[in-house]
């Protein structure tokens, strides 16, 4: 079940949906959804970080990997 924000636990997250939600048009809101990053209201805004620490739980090495310069 998602917390109060609406962002799933480690547990919950699956690798599916973290892996497409970068391409999805409504970005911001699927990668919250996804679990990729936490959004905190500041505010009348709100900011977004990466859940790195929590990704690398169950996916080792998936932001590394994503993250890396093509090789040339």
Do not use: K, Y
Not at 29 to 42: K, N, S, Y
Request: glycine share 6%; net charge negative.
């Amino acid at each position: 079940m998602p917390d109060d924000e609406g962002q799933p636990t480690v547990e919950e997250m699956r690798l599916g949906p973290v892996l497409a939600a970068p391409a999805d048009p409504l970005r911001r809101r699927v990668v919250h959804e996804a679990g990729l990053i936490r959004q905190v209201a500041r505010g009348n805004s709100r900011m977004a970080t990466l859940r790195r620490a929590d990704l690398e739980q169950p996916f080792p090495g998936l932001v590394r990997v994503v993250a890396a310069e093509p090789e040339e």
